[in-house]
Nanobody, 115 residues
Framework: QVQIVESGGGLVQPGGSLRLSCQASERFSTKYRMGWYRQTPGEQRELVSE???????NYADAVKGRFTISTDNAKLRVDLEMNNLKPEDTAVYYCNFRSVAQNYWGQGTQVTVSY
């Protein structure tokens, strides 16, 4: 069973920055996606950004130009650099590693943007 461990998150003022990190315990497929999703109470979980192990990147329109996703050479770590944070970015952020046949989630980390 692949283990997904997240770190980062916390409380930040509007306009501030945070970095989320996520580490998978092992490679589980030759082709997979690594990404970050977020969820607020009563809402569906939504994609924030994802990157494939080939390096293709996708961002939600709401975060384009503010967030940057990256991975390491081993393609087992995925980071999300979040700049110019806004109150509407407040959510629980979840890391995800998925292939066609498998799907793994982190435990979630709270990001709160507030004065």
């Amino acid at each position: 069973q692949v283990q997904i461990v997240e770190s980062g998150g916390g409380l930040v003022q509007p306009g501030g920055s945070l970095r989320l990190s996520c580490q998978a315990s092992e490679r589980f497929s030759t082709k997979y996606r690594m990404g970050w999703y977020r969820q607020t109470p009563g809402e569906q979980r939504e994609l924030v950004s994802e990157i494939t192990n080939d390096g293709d990147v996708n961002y939600a329109d709401a975060v384009k130009g503010r967030f940057t996703i990256s991975t390491d050479n081993a393609k087992l770590r995925v980071d999300l650099e979040m700049n110019n944070l806004k109150p509407e970015d407040t959510a629980v952020y979840y890391c995800n590693f998925r292939s066609v046949a498998q799907n793994y989630w982190g435990q979630g980390t709270q990001v709160t943007v507030s004065y």
